[in-house]
């Protein structure tokens, strides 16, 4: 299973003083250096963390595979087909929210989503939606045209320890869905060190994608203790 970093958050802290440090670029390197699979970085339209030349940047580091988070705008549809990444994660974006706040509604997508899919996919590009694990928005997904689900991890992640088995429940059964749709299956949101196990065991997820608590635990860790802590926890429970 791969662990894909999203490095939104080093942005968001070099962006609170305006200047250059720390670099999401030398966040993404040490990341790689420290054993993650992947990048993940969200343009968001108002560039309030990642900026263009940060997407440029890690895109041009060699044999990095880079996962680029986007709404399906025309913009970021062509910043993608321009950059050409690894992997593109379709989310929902709306300019008040925080972060991401669930996945999208794909019964409201019509052809302008399966036709921005359908170019990302014609360039090479791996396409995954970010959807909740709801076996009608993954049947949808796959008709769409998308190769990959993102399950929304958000709600089993933030519910408390010991409410969180109906919301594992729905992610096992959505894990199951997407593999018997012939998708691959991604997660993603809110994952810490605890969460992270019930998703890591779930055999059918490939990818799992994690910003916020990774560079929150890099400030007492580092980023490769952050990192080498995740590992450990995803690996006991794939084990278990
Ligand atoms: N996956 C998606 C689709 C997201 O929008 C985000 C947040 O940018 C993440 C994963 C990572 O979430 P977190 O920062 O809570 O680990």
């Known amino acids: 299973m791969r662990l894909s970093v999203n490095v939104d958050h080093v942005a968001t802290l070099r962006n609170a003083r305006g200047g250059r440090f720390p670099c999401p670029v030398e966040a993404a390197r040490c990341c790689i250096g420290a054993g993650a699979d992947g990048i993940t970085v969200h343009l968001r339209e108002d560039r309030r963390h990642i900026r263009d030349e940060d997407v440029r940047r890690i895109r041009a580091e060699p044999g990095l595979r880079l996962n680029f988070e986007m709404a ?53 590009i791996e396409v995954a939606v970010f959807v909740e694990p709801d076996p009608e928005q993954i049947a949808l997904a796959a008709a769409l045209g998308a190769q990959a689900v993102e399950l ?86 794939r084990a278990a």
Do not use: N, W
């Open 72 to 124: 399906a705008t025309p913009e970021m549809v062509g910043i993608a087909l321009e950059l050409r990444p690894a992997a593109c994660c379709i989310v929902p974006e709306k300019r008040a929210e925080l972060t991401t706040e669930g996945g999208l509604d794909l019964r409201a997508a019509g052809a302008p989503l399966a036709e921005a899919i359908g170019r990302l996919a014609g360039a090479g």
């Open 152 to 237: 929304h991890t958000g709600t089993y992640a933030d519910a408390p320890e010991a409410a969180r088995g109906p919301h594992l429940a729905r992610l096992r059964a959505g894990a199951e869905a997407a593999s018997a749709q012939g998708l691959l299956c991604h997660a993603g949101h809110g994952l810490d060190e605890c969460s992270v196990g019930g998703i890591a065991a779930l055999p059918q997820i490939s990818e799992v994608s994690i910003g916020h608590f990774l560079i929150g635990s890099a400030v007492f860790h580092g980023l490769p203790g952050a990192i080498a802590r995740m590992r450990a926890a995803m690996q006991a429970a």
